[in-house]
């Protein structure tokens, strides 16, 4: 019963996958900043859209029909859009429209703040999440974890989250420019390259687009050649120009790197008869038992952006089977391949951690 339970689990994912392989059409939610990058810009200098360049994108790739690329924009429903509110809207936590809503007919979300979220008061620490609206480090770094912890629960779909939008000189201070910075630093150069001590590994299926750090110069306050105006933190039309061919390449290759993972684990078919890996679906340990490994196997689990998570290398074993067991308490949700590898032959195997 628990092979076969395994076995239509594994079908289950495999098809669900299957049917999401294309990662190419979705939603853009946003409040104002958003619309003004999405273009035309308001104040009518922009030179382009987000529209405009995905059809130019769709044009050097050669994307035609289904294969093309598309996102819809859509004015996000609630009165503010903070890290706070974004948390909410995620775990379903909220009296206005939650991700569900969305889930359903979007294989691309893309959501981001407003640029009041950059009105930072203090670096802070755990006291914070108390009042989830005190715009602290601590605070921003809490929300961000729980928000992707959520995408991390949906492999069948990809997110792209912004960093902050930056305020302009007279509508903030060094200080307050200074945490912005340091988050959107953090969420970088941090979280996404899976060094977050809390986090760790970073889901593959999300994609940070730094924003922030677009339209700012060193202090982290946003430069006077992308404001509208003084006292007017909405970016221009050369901040148009400047963000949204970025906004369609990062956020696209990197959903289509995604995709191409996805159909990689698909293409691999099913694991060998004498490589396997159980319980899968798993959550706390694995047992990997494999025959005949010769003088030397090397292990390796690896997530879906090829980062390798667990490696060991098992020499001089008699020939009999081997199993090894695995703890998982450090790994995140997600997908990961399993490969056993020696001087003869290399195996794989997906393995499904809840």
């Known amino acids: 019963m628990k092979t076969l339970f395994v076995i239509l689990n594994l079908f289950l994912v495999a098809g669900i996958l299957s049917a999401q392989n294309y990662f190419r059409s979705g939603i853009f939610l946003h409040h104002s900043t958003g619309n ?88 802070g620490g755990p006291a914070d999440t108390l009042d989830p609206y ?5 605070n921003y770094k809490w929300h961000w974890r729980h928000i992707i912890k959520v995408m991390e629960k949906h492999p069948d779909r990809f997110f792209a989250i912004w960093t902050n939008a930056p305020l302009e000189i007279s509508s903030t201070t060094n200080a307050a420019a200074g945490f912005s910075k340091s988050f959107c630093k953090w969420a970088k150069d941090t979280l996404a390259k899976g060094l977050d001590p809390e986090y760790r590994l970073f889901p593959a299926n999300v994609y940070v687009f730094d924003f922030f750090s677009k339209l700012t110069g060193s202090n982290g306050i946003m430069q006077n050649q992308y404001r509208s105006a003084e006292s007017d933190s909405h970016p221009n039309g050369s901040a148009t120009d400047l963000v949204a061919p970025q906004f369609v390449n990062e956020i696209f290759d990197a959903a289509i790197a995604y995709e191409t993972g996805i159909s990689r684990i698909q293409s691999m078919g099913p694991a060998f008869s004498d490589f396997k890996v159980f319980p899968n679906p798993a959550v706390n340990t694995i047992t990997i038992e494999f025959n005949n490994p010769g003088k030397i196997a090397d292990l390796v689990i690896a997530n879906l952006n090829g980062q390798k998570v667990y490696t060991k290398t098992i020499i001089n074993q008699p020939s009999h089977t081997i199993n090894k067991n695995i703890d998982l308490s450090g790994f995140s949700e997600g997908i990961y391949i399993v490969r056993i590898q020696n001087e003869n032959s290399t195996e794989t195997s997906k393995l499904i951690v809840q």
């Open 36 to 123: 003004y990058i999405w273009g035309p810009n308001p104040d009518g200098s922009s030179t382009t859209t987000i529209p405009e360049q995905m059809h130019i994108y769709n044009t050097m790739k050669g994307f035609y029909g289904d294969d093309s690329i598309t996102i819809n924009e859509e004015w996000w429903s609630p009165d503010d859009n903070e890290w706070a509110t974004q948390h909410e809207f995620f775990e379903g936590n909220t009296a206005f429209t939650d991700i569900n809503y969305y889930l359903a007919n979007n294989r691309i979300i893309i959501i981001k703040s407003c640029f009041p979220s950059s009105a930072m008061e203090a670096i």
């Open 134 to 138: 005190y715009k602290s480090v601590f």
